[in-house]
């Protein structure tokens, strides 16, 4: 079994910045790949972006590729996402989620490959 639990969310002008953080536990963090998703109200969880395990790799949704970074921190079983120039369409409910794999470079972008998942941490973004 795997917890996650986000942090990090609340209010921020547009054009500013946010980091999440999402505290993982249960198993050898460097076991999974990590990714964030969010759902804005009325709308379907998306992929934001994901990092493999080995921390080598990353990649990230149009919407927000060169704006938001995603990182790990295997020895603190920490991952993160860095929001920087966001915008009111960021504002959503952001879950990182955690899939169990034996890859060591392999991203997940669909919500389906992931067995874990936190609660969620509220971003507004006023405009």
């Known amino acids: 079994q795997v917890q996650l639990v986000e942090s990090g969310g609340g209010l921020v002008q547009a054009g500013g910045s946010l980091r999440l953080s999402c505290a993982a536990s249960g198993r050898p963090f460097s076991t999974y790949a990590m990714g964030w998703f969010r759902q804005a109200p009325g709308k379907e969880r998306e992929f934001v972006g994901g990092?493999?395990?080995?921390?080598?790799?990353?990649y990230y949704a149009d919407s927000v590729k060169g704006r938001f970074t995603i990182s790990r921190d295997n020895a603190k079983n920490m991952a993160y996402l860095h929001m920087n120039s966001v915008k009111p369409e960021d504002t959503a409910n952001y879950f990182c989620?955690?899939?169990?794999?034996?890859?060591?470079?392999?991203?997940?972008?669909?919500?389906?490959?992931?067995?874990?998942w936190g609660q969620g941490t509220q971003v507004t973004v006023s405009s």
């Open positions: 989620a955690a899939s169990i794999t034996w890859d060591y470079s392999t991203i997940y972008y669909n919500r389906r490959e992931y067995e874990y």
């Open positions: 990092i493999s395990r080995s921390d080598s790799s990353t």
